[in-house]
């Protein structure tokens, strides 16, 4: 009797030991997603549009917490993309000229939609209120005269001969036969809308706030050049009041950036998160960690 004593004892405490290391597993994974909710995630970098500041395989850490994390209200997702809903907690501050973020790339295909797994990172040039141009291939910002992104990548855009830069690259939005053609080199000035904002709706706002009226207003814009008249669903369209704050996110490597320049402004709602620092550095290629940039500090 007392074997079986012992036996039972010996199976209750491995059970109690199973019970107990599958609850700290379920609490850990459980933990691990609530971390990468609110508090931050990790996005490996797949390109050199961010050079020198970020390479390719720098894994890079994006606070949520600064900006406040976003809610998802459907979890219904699609490759093809969905409309995004989702609420964003407060955060404890703001997005500033000169961060470098991640987002959700918003326009697909000419038209804003959200893909959860289509992300980018670059670096805020301008803010809800600003005006962005670029001159001779350096930004400018009318509420910041400071340097905006990597100014070296600025000069050597500046000095390129424009037979060196492909169409491709060289153009930039809008892509209108109407309007002036802008370029990478030569762009803008273009308004960064608010939330709030009231602007008149002229054929010219209507092609470069083209994305973003088609997603407001639920609905496809027609321009009549001839009679200087926009319209949505067919009815006349004069006045819009901006829904959203929007941004505009450029790469340090201006000469091979797939950015603002080319598909337009960030919503408010698409960005994930404020990158601070990097968690570790893997070359795609070699597999080979470089320490150096072990938790380096992205400015």
């Known amino acids: 009797m007392k074997n079986i004593s012992c036996n039972q004892k010996q199976v209750l405490n491995i059970i109690k030991l199973v019970l107990i290391c599958s609850l700290l597993m379920i609490l850990l994974w459980v933990g691990k997603w609530l971390v990468r909710i609110f508090w931050f995630d990790t996005f490996v970098v797949p390109s050199n549009s961010m050079m020198p500041t970020l390479q390719p395989g720098d894994k890079i850490i994006a606070d949520k917490l600064c900006f406040g994390a976003r809610i998802y209200r459907n979890f219904h997702f699609d490759k093809q993309g969905v409309e995004l809903q989702c609420f964003r907690m407060k955060g404890m501050g703001d997005l500033r000229r000169n961060d470098v973020f991640v987002f959700n790339k918003p326009v697909i295909n000419h038209h804003i939609t959200f893909v959860i797994n289509y992300v980018y990172c670059k670096r805020c040039i301008g803010l809800p209120g600003d005006s962005v141009s670029i001159r001779n291939g350096y930004y400018r910002n009318n509420n910041d005269r400071g340097v905006l992104g990597c100014r070296e990548n600025q000069t050597v855009l500046r000095e390129m001969p424009d037979t060196l830069i492909s169409p491709e690259v060289m153009c930039a939005m809008p892509y209108d036969e109407h309007l002036p053609k802008w370029t990478i080199k030569n762009f803008g000035p273009l308004y960064i809308p608010r939330k709030g904002d009231v602007i008149t709706i002229t054929p010219k706002e209507a092609v470069l706030y083209l994305t973003i009226l088609e997603w407001e207003l639920k609905g496809k814009i027609t321009i009549d050049w001839e009679k200087n008249k ?9 006045r819009h009041t901006f829904l959203h704050d929007y941004y505009f996110a450029g790469g340090d490597n201006v000469v091979d950036s797939h950015d603002s320049r080319y598909w337009g402004l960030v919503p408010d709602i698409y960005i994930i998160g ?26």
């Open 230 to 238: 926009v319209f949505v669903k067919h009815k006349l369209l004069s």
């Open 274 to 299: 404020i990158v601070k620092r990097i968690e570790y550095s893997k070359a795609r290629v070699t597999g080979k960690y470089d320490w150096r940039r072990f938790l380096r500090c992205v400015k």
